[in-house]
């Protein structure tokens, strides 16, 4: 007999989706990929020396459980001079990529007869990890009226005696929403009535904001001590296939943190982490370009979506996504990722792999050159065509 949880685990649509399109473009089809959240630029050349330069002198061992102390010491250092505040090294742990984070939260803070609450439509992983560790996912939507940014209130309402985490995550996947500083100081001051919940902040975007500056939780000192970080170096740096990340844990769970950790991937691929720490001491121009890219692509993608008949789309202000409303069209969501990536070549994902809030919306990831994103926006502008 098989673990009974095994049946709540969900997947990535978007790894499916990945896999579909390889195919489609072995055939011989010509597919322009929308679907995957990776950024299409390769890791900066002085983060790649970094990474050779450490297997060659010799980083092929295991490391420290928690992360080599120099990448740890300069994640503190980063998001202390960025943002005011970061907890002491003691608390950071380096993982292979930012996901694992999220297990092992849900691992801690979840468990039958718990309550975590979680945006929707969100990452997938929140809502897949948090069902698998017996805790009830209860969801908050992000609606478009408000830019998909969330309520203070909503989630302020959906607190039970038995809610042990929130989830937040801003700039936020899938949608580009940003939810602005003053619906989070909102939520902060509401919090204080439930001192014993935890807040887990997914920052993995933080420094892709196109019109607002950055923002962490790290500047709220009265959350200090029941607050968990989400970051890496996947979206910044162009580094999703290196698989570094880092959690930042409140100093009550960190033991428990390092002690899943061990027991499931030891440490981190050392070089990897060299590579890492090259990115975070480094010249910081790489990640301002990409920046600058990302912001230009999605205007690029959004006014061409807005211009397709029955399509609408809100301006992202963050992240690499825009969320397109396709309720318009009156074609469910899945259909329309299976339909346009057979017949128009265009990889996107459902909003609903994403949620049951996602209905009605597609995501499409402006993480590809320009020149295809227009000729994949081309494409789509046959959808008015079939079906208004
Ligand atoms: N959190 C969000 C919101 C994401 O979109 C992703 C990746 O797509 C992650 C976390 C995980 O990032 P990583 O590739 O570093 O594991």
Not at 176 to 199: C, D, F, R, S
Not at 262 to 275: E, M, P
Not at 280 to 304: P, S, W, Y
Request: with cysteine; glycine share 10%.
């Amino acid at each position: 007999m098989l673990n009974k949880n095994l049946s709540k685990l969900s997947t990535e649509t978007a790894f499916s989706v990945l896999d579909r399109a390889g195919e489609l473009q072995k055939s011989g089809k010509n597919i322009i990929n929308l679907g995957i959240g990776q950024p299409d630029f390769s890791t900066p050349e002085h983060i790649v020396e970094a990474g050779i330069r450490a297997l060659r002198d010799g980083a092929h061992g295991y490391s420290p459980s928690l992360g080599i102390h120099a990448l740890r010491e300069a994640v503190q250092d980063d998001l202390s001079k960025r943002y005011g505040y970061c907890p002491p090294i003691s608390q950071i742990q380096i993982t292979p990529g930012g996901k694992p984070i999220i297990f092992i939260a849900a691992m801690i803070y979840g468990g039958r007869g718990n309550e975590i609450l979680m945006p929707n439509p969100s990452f997938p992983i929140y809502e897949s990890a948090v069902a698998f560790s017996g805790a009830k996912p209860v969801f908050y939507q992000l609606k478009e009226e408000s830019g998909f940014a969330f309520s203070a209130d909503e989630i302020l309402s959906k607190i039970k005696n038995n809610t042990t985490l929130i989830i937040l995550n801003t700039p936020h996947n899938p949608t580009g929403g940003v939810t602005p500083p003053a619906e989070i100081k909102k939520l902060i001051a509401g919090l204080a009535k439930h001192p014993n919940i935890t807040i887990f902040s997914d920052e993995i975007y933080d420094r892709l904001v196109f019109n607002t500056p950055p923002h962490s939780l790290l500047s709220y000192p009265e959350i200090q001590d029941r607050l968990i970080i989400l970051n890496g170096w996947s979206k910044t740096y162009a580094m999703t296939g290196w698989r570094v990340g880092l959690g930042i844990w409140p100093k009550s769970s960190i033991e428990h943190a390092d002690k899943l950790g061990i027991n499931y991937h030891s440490c981190v691929n050392t070089a990897a982490q060299f590579a890492a720490l090259a990115a975070t001491t480094g010249d910081q121009t790489c990640v301002e370009e990409m920046r600058v890219a990302f912001k230009r692509r999605a205007i690029l993608i959004a006014e061409n979506l807005i211009g397709i008949k029955g399509v609408e789309c809100q301006m992202p202000g963050g992240a690499f996504y825009a969320f397109p409303n396709i309720k318009k069209l009156g074609v469910s969501s899945e259909i329309l990722q299976v339909r346009l990536l057979e017949e128009f070549g265009v990889a996107g994902l459902a909003g609903t792999a994403f949620g049951t809030y996602g209905e009605g919306y597609l995501r499409f990831s402006s993480a590809n050159s320009d020149a295809l994103i227009q000729e994949a926006c081309n494409r789509l502008r046959k959808l008015s065509l079939l079906y208004l």
